[in-house]
């Protein structure tokens, strides 16, 4: 089984940035594709980005593209995503997770083996 820990998050203000990680234990992203959601209190988990296993394919949500940057470190088991000009509405926790099977990347019904996640939250 995977065990997957986020971490890079915290408390910048709008316009700032962070580098965020999700690094892998026991089973490895071995083949996967990665992605990458967000949940803000209230709210439903939205997806934000997502690699696949070579890092050829990327996909983003409209509301981060050409701000956020989703890349892959297969030698250390590592996804990244580069956060930059941050915007209050990004204010989530960030958590990654392995796309296991088929299923839409978009959806999180389509990924397993959770983290905790880590706090992104961006001030005014």
């Known amino acids: 089984q995977v065990q997957l820990v986020e971490s890079g998050g915290g408390s910048v203000q709008a316009g700032g940035s962070l580098r965020l990680s999700c690094a892998a234990s026991?089973?490895?992203?071995?083949?996967?594709?990665t992605g990458w959601f967000r949940q803000a209190p209230g709210k439903e988990r939205e997806f934000v980005a997502a690699?696949?296993?070579?890092?050829?394919?990327?996909a983003y949500a409209d509301s981060v593209k050409g701000r956020f940057t989703i890349s892959r470190d297969n030698a250390k088991n590592t996804v990244y995503l580069q956060m930059s000009s941050l915007k209050p509405e990004d204010t989530a926790v960030y958590s990654c997770?392995?796309?296991?099977?088929?299923?839409?990347?978009?959806?999180?019904?389509?990924?397993?083996?959770w983290g905790h996640g880590t706090q992104v939250t961006v001030s005014s």
């Open positions: 997770a392995p796309r296991i099977g088929g299923g839409d990347y978009g959806s999180p019904h389509a990924y397993a083996y």
């Open positions: 026991g089973r490895t992203f071995s083949g996967y594709t």
């Open positions: 690699i696949s296993w070579s890092g050829g394919l990327r």
